[in-house]
């Protein structure tokens, strides 16, 4: 397989003999000084097996959102190898952040305590630039910048906040309390939107009911026991 991109914890491959897209989990995960961290933008270590575990969780969390009418690039996945088949889709640099509780950088962009709960849930849309510190990106300068199409931006938020619904209540189930999440949406030739990327602990923070906060890798392991 050709790669195409290399991210923090999965490469972009191509299969050039069928034309078929790939995401490869990697062992690598995300932090600093030695902790790890879903919101961080460096890549604090690895774990050895996380790059499996994050693939099946992200399988049910996908076929989850499918059997919920929502659209996702998720065709396929093959555990052993590590791999997951996703749509060819074109995915803008954009993370679209869901908040139900205050944490991570938003307590230290606007001083606020942890912990304070959101209702209704608040929205907000990053650049992926890490040397830019994934900055806020409005509608406005997305369309300036070409990076969506007019309408986008609010269709985007509303297919996440339904995602956030469908999560949200599944991870109650496991007697896991959201506090937030980030996610990307990728678009096909017919401008049809899509959730991509991938769902796992990677991409959001939960509270158990003793209000500690796992790990993302904790956190795996303890979902991928409830859903075996």
């Not at 923090?8 to 995960?29: P, Q, R, W, Y």
């Not at 305590?113 to 849309?125: D, Q, S, T």
């Not at 990677?202 to 303890?222: F, S």
Request: glycine content about 10%; overall charge negative; some cysteine.
């Amino acid at each position: 397989m050709k790669q195409l991109y290399e991210g923090k914890t999965k490469n972009v491959m191509l299969d050039e003999e069928t034309g078929i897209v790939h995401l490869f989990f990697k062992d690598s995960a995300t932090g600093e000084n030695g902790v790890f961290d879903p919101g961080s933008n460096t890549v604090g270590g690895s774990v050895e097996g996380k790059g499996k575990v994050g693939l099946e969780v992200s399988k049910y969390f996908f076929e989850l959102m499918e059997k919920n009418n929502i659209p996702t690039h998720y065709l396929g996945a093959d555990i052993d190898q590590g791999l997951m088949k996703v749509r060819n889709l074109t995915v803008p640099r954009l993370e679209f952040i869901v908040r139900y509780f205050t944490a991570g950088s938003m307590c230290r962009r606007f001083t606020l305590e942890e912990g304070i709960p959101f209702n209704p849930p608040y929205a907000e849309v990053t650049l992926k630039d890490d040397e830019q510190g994934d900055p806020l990106i409005s509608e406005r300068i997305c369309l300036m910048k070409g990076i969506l199409k007019e309408g986008q931006y609010e269709e985007a938020q509303n297919v996440v906040l339904k995602v956030g619904e469908v999560l949200k209540n599944e991870l109650a189930t496991m007697n896991l309390t959201l506090i937030d999440f980030k996610i990307e949406v990728g678009y096909d030739e017919s401008g049809k939107i899509f959730v991509a990327d991938e769902i796992t602990p990677d991409i959001w923070r939960v509270k158990d009911t003793e209000g500690n906060i796992p790990n993302q890798i904790d956190c795996a392991k303890m979902i991928l026991e409830k859903i075996k």
